[in-house]
């Protein structure tokens, strides 16, 4: 139980483009979702909190207009990486929450973006 | 602000090793803390979460210990084996954060044949 996917898991986009990655909990309800980036050999770093039905909470320094995140359903959240630029280029890695004092946190399998 | 540190950066051991990776953080006042793997390229597998109220969890070959008052956890990893290599992740909620989690800086693992 308590899978999490993600599409693509890859995807080369041209700069100035846009580009959109879905983050799906497959087999429970997610009442939260967590955006993340991930630089080659460093750590995850939050982008946003993704709430069902509410406005995303982005983290310090995460521009909110770039990185659009919808969380239209309890097993869907999306994020839009807008007018891509190269230095957009990263592995993103959503995660799912349950709820209802469930604090472990799933993982989706990531997604590379690579901008030319 | 929460920082949580992993030490060593990158482990490398002959198979059969009983090793500890060790992971400490800043502000103590965490209700929980979860080890993670990563695979090259790959998404994270959670492991292990730990409570507040527990000393420690085992799973299978692994065993993780937290010391709130210290700041630390440690992650044993029994007879390893080749296919333990990854990298290692330890994670603790953010200070007045919710649920979110400040990740540390990773153990890189390699079990050598």
């Known amino acids: 139980g308590a899978v999490v996917s993600q599409h693509p898991s890859w995807v080369i986009c041209k700069s100035g483009t846009s580009v959109k990655i879905e983050c799906r909990s497959l087999?429970?309800?997610?009442?939260?979702m967590f955006w993340y980036r991930q630089f080659p050999k460093q750590s995850l770093m939050l982008m946003a909190t993704?709430?069902?039905?509410?406005?995303?909470?982005?983290e310090q320094g995460v521009e909110k207009d770039k990185f659009l995140i919808n969380h239209a359903s309890l097993t869907l959240s999306t994020l839009t990486v807008t007018s891509a630029h190269p230095e957009d280029s990263s592995f993103y890695i959503c995660?799912?929450?349950?709820?209802?004092?469930?604090?472990?946190?799933?993982f989706g399998p990531g997604t590379r973006l690579t901008v030319t | 602000k929460q920082e949580v540190t992993q030490i060593p950066a990158a482990l490398s051991v002959p198979e059969g090793e009983n090793l500890v990776l060790n992971c400490s953080f800043t502000?103590?006042?965490?209700?929980?803390l979860q080890w993670f793997r990563q695979d090259p390229g790959k998404g994270l597998t959670s492991l292990l979460l730990?409570?507040?109220?527990?000393r420690e969890q085992t799973s299978g070959r692994l065993n993780a210990s937290l010391d709130k008052s210290s700041g630390r956890s440690t992650l044993y990893i029994a007879a390893s084996q080749p296919g333990d290599s990854a990298t290692y992740l330890c994670?603790?909620?953010?200070?007045?954060?919710?649920?979110?989690?400040?990740f540390g800086t990773g153990t890189q693992l390699k079990v050598e044949l």
């Open positions: 995660s799912a929450r349950q709820g209802k004092g469930r604090y472990e946190q799933y």
């Open positions: 087999d429970f309800q997610a009442t939260t």
């Open positions: 993704s709430n069902e039905g509410s406005k995303a909470t982005y």
């Open positions: 502000d103590s006042a965490i209700y929980n």
């Open positions: 730990i409570q507040s109220s527990q």
């Open positions: 994670a603790v909620p953010v200070t007045g954060g919710g649920n979110k989690l400040t």
